[in-house]
């Protein structure tokens, strides 16, 4: 089985900034993909930024240029660095992975979610 726990949310003001963690443990032979995606109340979950393996990031148009994903591959953790924080951040953050058992099956796995509250 493959576990992710999350850790770095909470409430911050208008304008600051938080950084998010995940961390997969288990059976893992390879984590390729790693992905955040966020889920406001009322709203549909979306994705907020992904990783590859390789390092190539992508990010939805409302977070560029404030949020940024990076990976420890040695850790099999994933970051999300969130600056310039908008109430319209407020949600619960959820880490998605894509990996490769040791014994060859490929699998995803979700976080349990980490929630986000930017508020004055």
């Known amino acids: 089985q493959v576990q992710l726990v999350e850790s770095g949310g909470g409430l911050v003001q208008p304008g600051g900034s938080l950084r998010l963690s995940c961390t997969a443990s288990?059976?893992?032979?390879?984590?390729?993909?790693m992905t955040w995606y966020r889920q406001a109340p009322g709203k549909e979950r979306e994705l907020v930024a992904t990783i590859t393996g390789g390092g190539t990031t992508n990010y939805a148009d409302s977070v560029k240029g404030r949020f940024t994903i990076s990976r420890d591959n040695a850790k099999n953790t994933v970051y999300l660095q969130m600056n310039s924080l908008k109430s319209e951040d407020t949600a619960v953050y959820y880490c998605?992975?894509?990996?490769?058992?040791?014994?060859?099956?490929?699998?995803?796995?979700w976080g349990q979610g980490t929630q986000v509250t930017v508020s004055s």
């Open positions: 998605h992975i894509d990996f490769r058992a040791a014994s060859g099956y490929r699998g995803q796995s």
């Open positions: 288990g059976s893992i032979f390879r984590v390729n993909a």
